[in-house]
Nanobody, 123 residues
Framework: VQLQASGGGLVQAGGSLRLSCVASARTFSNNGVGWFRQAPGKEREFVGGTNWKGGSILYADSVKGRFTVSRDVAGNTVYLQMDSLRPEDTAVYYC?????????????????WGQGTLVTVSS
């Protein structure tokens, strides 16, 4: 399974972006999906995730109330709606498909990773 994350870009603080994650060659509709991000010089960190049905959504405390994870009905596209963006949200954002139907906060549960999309928030 290859994952493609898209939708990144440059936005001013307070603005919004919506990231999309789709799978090529094979569906990931039976897998949990997580969003992670990695800022320069920092470790990759969990942002949010959803189970295979689009429920049981998890969020990092740093984005709770500002970011929303959702999944289309067919389960083949997962979104990360990012509102009230802050400069500290600047990072490369990755989506990943979990080994199970559920998402988790740890990277080691994820089997497939996308290539990442850069989000830059200017102050």
């Amino acid at each position: 399974v290859q994952l493609q994350a898209s939708g990144g870009g440059l936005v001013q603080a307070g603005g919004s972006l919506r990231l999309s994650c789709v799978a090529s060659a094979r569906t990931f509709s039976n897998n949990g999906v997580g969003w992670f991000r990695q800022a320069p010089g920092k470790e990759r960190e969990f942002v949010g995730g959803t189970n295979w049905k689009g429920g049981s959504i998890l969020y990092a405390d740093s984005v709770k109330g500002r970011f929303t994870v959702s999944r289309d009905v067919a389960g083949n596209t997962v979104y990360l709606q990012m509102d009230s963006l802050r400069p500290e949200d600047t990072a490369v954002y990755y989506c990943a498909a979990h080994r199970s139907p559920y998402a988790s906060r740890q990277t080691d549960g994820y089997r497939y990773w996308g290539q990442g999309t850069l989000v830059t928030v200017s102050s």
